[in-house]
């Protein structure tokens, strides 16, 4: 079945420093892909929208110079959360969807972010 | 926007008990997902609806998508240690075609004792 694979799992580091997450469809092309955050004990938000070769599309709310989003190939959408602070620990998640299919998204294993 | 209620919110149940939990919308959804988490990772697919009125089965779980279109439910039949969990319903912001966007619900935390 189809595979994301998201990398790292696991990333402690200092606040003000920034961190790279990034989120691959191993045996499928995906056109797009959604990073979500999810806080403990609540459900995933959706953060944004990944397309390949153009821009992210932001949810209300989630700032867009905070988050970068790249998706420069179909295969790799990367995450990167730009001089963290402590409020920026979460879990974050990413999934992809199969284009050409009808099948719903499937999703990596996310990462846990925590900022000392 | 779209919200899904979902409920219960948690379940303690005994090794061997069925389980029901549904979700419930104000709006109408083309599709039903349902997902688990495990703790520390990320969500995997259950079982996907596509159809008001479908009814679908995937191993002791069973899902159907209610035929009003705005509520679905999932039963986890003869519960095992294993089935413990977050289960989350999700259904598509925009609905048909690619690219859409997946709203879930709040999630039901499933506790199995042995």
């Known amino acids: 079945g189809a595979v994301v694979s998201q990398h790292p799992s696991r990333v402690i580091c200092k606040s003000g420093t920034s961190v790279k997450i990034e989120c691959r469809s191993l045996?499928?092309?995906?056109?797009?892909m959604f990073w979500y955050r999810q806080f403990p004990k609540q459900s995933l938000m959706l953060m944004a929208t990944?397309?390949?070769?153009?821009?992210?599309?932001?949810e209300q709310g989630v700032e867009k110079d905070k988050f970068l989003i790249n998706h420069a190939s179909l295969t790799l959408s990367t995450l990167t959360v730009t001089s963290a602070h402590p409020e920026d620990s979460s879990f974050y998640i990413c999934?992809?969807?199969?284009?050409?299919?009808?099948?719903?998204?499937?999703f990596g294993d996310g990462t846990r972010l925590s900022i000392l | 926007g779209q919200q899904l209620n979902q409920s219960p919110q948690s379940m303690f149940i005994q090794e061997g008990e069925d389980v029901s939990m549904n979700c419930t919308s104000s709006?109408?959804?083309?599709?039903w997902l349902w997902y688990k988490q495990d703790p520390g990772e990320g969500p995997v697919l259950l079982i996907a609806l596509y159809k008001a009125g479908e009814l679908t089965s995937n191993g002791r779980l069973t899902a159907q998508f209610g035929i009003t279109r705005k509520d679905s439910f999932l039963n986890i039949s003869a519960s095992i240690p294993s089935d413990v969990g977050i289960y989350f319903c999700a259904g598509p912001l925009i609905s048909g075609g690619s690219n859409y966007k997946l709203t879930f619900g709040k999630g039901t935390l499933l506790t199995v004792n042995p």
């Open positions: 045996d499928f092309q995906a056109t797009t």
């Open positions: 990944s397309n390949e070769g153009s821009k992210a599309t932001y």
């Open positions: 999934s992809a969807e199969n284009r050409g299919s009808n099948q719903p998204q499937h």
């Open positions: 709006s109408i959804f083309n599709t």
